[in-house]
């Protein structure tokens, strides 16, 4: 019988999303992490640039599991002579999958202002030629406007917007047919199953097969979430998503065990274990290769030069780093296939 509890993971899923985090912006969602983690009776530690570790018990090799927290997003470059904002992205954030957002700015002085990501012009009937003809450009021909009455430059400023700010995209959950739409699926619905993985080992008393650490890291949009590890840590697994596509196999019900990324394959000892570990849990997997574009924290790891194994999992997601759509069966096949490979049976 499973221990996937889908509506702790929903919940958990839906706390984690109203917390906004783009990359560098870690402090609350870091906090929330912690709340959660306390709730299941484990006690969280923090790492100096910002991130969230959990011992799960065990004994042995350690071996950590990691999820991600931090989102994609945007920051402030300038302010413009209009009082619009052109803006940078955080991670690999394209124009053509925000557009038309709704986004808040988080000023320095601790204030949050609501707006949208709109092109410049931006109303097609009197522009139509022009808006379709020229692709979104974040340099030149899109930026933010705040949902206050300005025209300058200046009455924006006087608003405490500046330079740097981190601007948060809205992430528009929904849920319907057990198909789960909603911004930062990528890893946000996978740090949900790590906090329900450590409920189920808490509340069933689950015999972990070694010494386990939960690392919900805050840097892996761009690239070093998880530079720095515990000490003695001799294995990873990464819990991400798995992008769909036509050449690809990953499946929005299923979940993808990773044989390799844009950076490197995933080690062949550990990646056989998980294989083996879903055969013998009857896990609804596939095998699944993702090029040109993707890697994930496991691979920070490894190129930091830490002497371990890294593999990675996760439900099958469409529309990465757009409104990714992922099921409710792709978190469950994660979770079991997960719990199947940190378990002793």
Same mark, same amino acid.
């Given at each position: 019988? !499973? ?13 984690? =999303? +109203? @917390? ?18 306390? !709730? ?49 992205? *955080? ?11 709704? @986004? ?21 009937? @009197? ?16 930026? *933010? ?7 300058? $430059? ?6 405490? @917007? ?5 601007? +948060? ?6 849920? !319907? ?14 740090? $949900? ?12 008393? =689950? ?34 998503? +798995? ?34 570990? $879903? ?9 699944? *290769? ?10 920070? !790891? ?9 593999? +990675? ?33």
């Amino acid at each position: 019988m !499973s221990h996937f509890d889908e509506k702790y993971t929903l919940d958990v899923f839906q706390q984690l =999303l +109203a @917390v906004d985090s783009t990359t560098g912006q870690y402090q609350a969602v870091q906090e929330k992490t912690a709340e959660l983690i306390r !709730s299941l009776g484990f006690e969280p530690s923090f790492t100096h640039k910002g991130g969230v570790l959990a011992d799960l018990g065990g004994t042995g090799d350690p071996l950590v599991i990691t999820a991600h927290l931090d989102d994609i997003g945007l920051m402030v470059r300038r302010i413009n002579k209009d009082g619009t904002l052109n803006v940078c992205p *955080v991670g690999g954030l394209y124009p053509f999958h925000c557009v038309t957002e709704n @986004v808040r700015v988080y000023t320095a002085d601790g204030n949050v202002l609501t707006g949208a990501v709109c092109r410049t012009p931006a109303s097609i009937h @009197v522009t139509e030629g022009e808006l379709r003809d020229n692709r979104g450009d974040f340099r030149t021909n899109v930026c *933010v406007v705040l949902d206050q009455p300005v025209t300058s $430059a200046e009455e924006t400023r006087a608003l405490g @917007v500046e330079t740097g700010d981190y601007i +948060a995209l809205d992430p528009r959950f929904t849920l !319907s047919g057990g198909y789960i739409k909603s911004r930062f699926i990528d890893d946000k619905a996978c740090a $949900a199953v790590l906090v329900n993985l450590m409920k189920a080992i808490r509340e069933q008393k =689950l015999k972990l097969k070694r010494k386990v650490i939960a690392y919900f890291a805050c840097y892996e949009e761009i690239g070093h979430g998880t530079a720095w590890l515990p000490e003695g840590v001799k294995d990873i697994l990464a819990l991400d998503i +798995a992008p769909t596509g036509p050449d690809q196999t990953s499946d929005e019900r299923k979940v993808s065990v990773f044989a390799k990324d844009s950076r490197f394959p995933y080690h062949s000892g550990m990646t056989a274990e998980i294989r083996e570990a $879903a055969k013998k849990s009857g896990v609804d997997y596939v095998m699944d *290769v993702f090029t040109p574009h993707y890697g994930s924290d496991g691979d920070g !790891s490894v190129l930091a030069g830490y002497d371990i194994r890294h593999a +990675a999992i996760g439900p099958g997601t469409a529309n990465s780093h757009g409104y990714e759509r992922t099921h409710i069966d792709g978190l469950k096949n994660t979770f079991d296939l997960a719990l199947a490979y940190l378990t002793a049976t």
